[in-house]
């Protein structure tokens, strides 16, 4: 009895020490800490001249998901630009296409649409068999697409970067693309580049197909959240979490931030250190020369500054298809004390 008295209390001893270095950590981090940190590496740029405003584990590789898929669109953003392919391009939806998994707009082999509407597909709905279905179109295959985003990818300088899919999406017995915030950041850099390329990363909602009529609505909710917002690019995989593209122009300036690796749920941590990150940034960010400046975004539709979102959350979430899955459950943004479509 002595023995196990004094084990006892050798452990409570242990227990206490740990319990005590803990709180001292969390104190010494700072108010906000743990949620302000969830991610395994986030970083700030300035648009203007790639200066990096604020960086946290921004060379730690991470899966983008999703986030992939903005070197589909820069890919096909180019070709376009290069006359190699135009937006009214017909493209016939192959078996594979109608095969793939996770956000989709349910492609279906043999139906036909153009190559415009399959990009905004891509960017608004994020659909796999959408990017899919460009990347066979301007590279000629899959196999094709990849290894020309790899060799985008290493022009730009993105070197701890490795695409294995068009799209983003993985099972879990599956490769994964892998990539790091600061390579993201330099294709997010470059993606801004082409105001073709944010005419489809600005769009909040926008209908495909007419027969079954499909409503997308973008995943990224900084779209709402904070005016001049015009993209980029969320994310999702199980094995990696939440991943975010965000660019904000506003008053002459223009930030790209990339947070990656987060756990919260439904990606509402990640959104919200994106916002601050982002607001914390702006003012440190150069003025943008005359010719990137975008054209005024519209705002009416953003949440007031001081408003905080209501997130809508679905009643139930089908566990095993968010796992398959590389974008969450849509999640509804209405401001305090509105009530829900349907509702009175």
């Not at 294995?164 to 600061?182: F, W």
């Not at 580049?193 to 007419?210: D, E, G, I, N």
């Not at 973008?218 to 975010?244: E, S």
């Amino acid at each position: 009895m002595f023995h196990f008295l004094r084990r006892f209390t050798a452990l409570a001893l242990v227990l206490a020490l740990v319990s005590s270095s803990h709180a001292a950590a969390a104190k010494k981090a700072g108010p906000g800490t743990p949620a302000d940190k969830d991610y395994t590496g986030a970083i700030v740029i300035d648009a203007a001249d790639g200066k990096v405003l604020f960086e946290d584990g921004a060379d730690v590789a991470a899966y983008p998901a999703s986030v992939t898929k903005l070197m589909n669109l820069l890919l096909c953003v180019e070709a376009v630009e290069a006359g190699k392919v135009r937006l009214s391009d017909t493209v016939t939806v192959t078996a594979a296409v109608s095969k793939m998994g996770g956000s989709q707009v349910y492609l279906k082999e043999g139906e036909i649409f153009t190559l415009e509407e399959l990009l905004y597909a891509t960017a608004v709905q994020s659909a796999n068999d959408a990017a899919l279905a460009c990347a066979e179109h301007v590279g000629g295959s899959r196999e094709a697409f990849v290894a020309a985003m790899n060799a985008r990818a290493a022009q730009l300088g993105m070197g701890q970067t490795k695409f294995v899919t068009p799209h983003g999406l993985a099972s879990p017995k599956q490769e994964a693309d892998v990539s790091t915030p600061r390579d993201i950041a330099t294709l997010s850099r470059e993606v801004i580049r082409h105001p073709l390329a944010l005419k489809f990363t600005s769009v909040k909602k926008r209908t495909f197909r007419q027969e079954p009529l499909l409503e997308m609505q973008n995943h990224n909710k900084l779209l709402w959240q904070m005016p001049g917002c015009d993209g980029l690019k969320t994310g999702y995989l199980a094995r990696g979490g939440y991943a975010l593209a965000a660019t904000v122009s506003r008053d002459g300036k223009r930030v790209i931030a990339v947070v990656m690796g987060s756990r919260g749920i439904y990606g509402r941590q990640r959104d919200a250190i994106a916002r601050r990150l982002i607001g914390e940034a702006m003012p440190k960010a150069a003025p943008l020369p005359a010719n990137l400046l975008p054209a005024e975004p519209e705002v009416e539709h953003a949440i007031p500054v001081g408003a905080e979102a209501e997130e809508v959350l679905p009643v139930e979430a089908d566990e095993a298809e968010l796992e398959a899955s590389d974008e969450p459950p849509m999640v509804e943004f209405r401001l305090p004390g509105a009530k829900p479509a349907g509702k009175k």
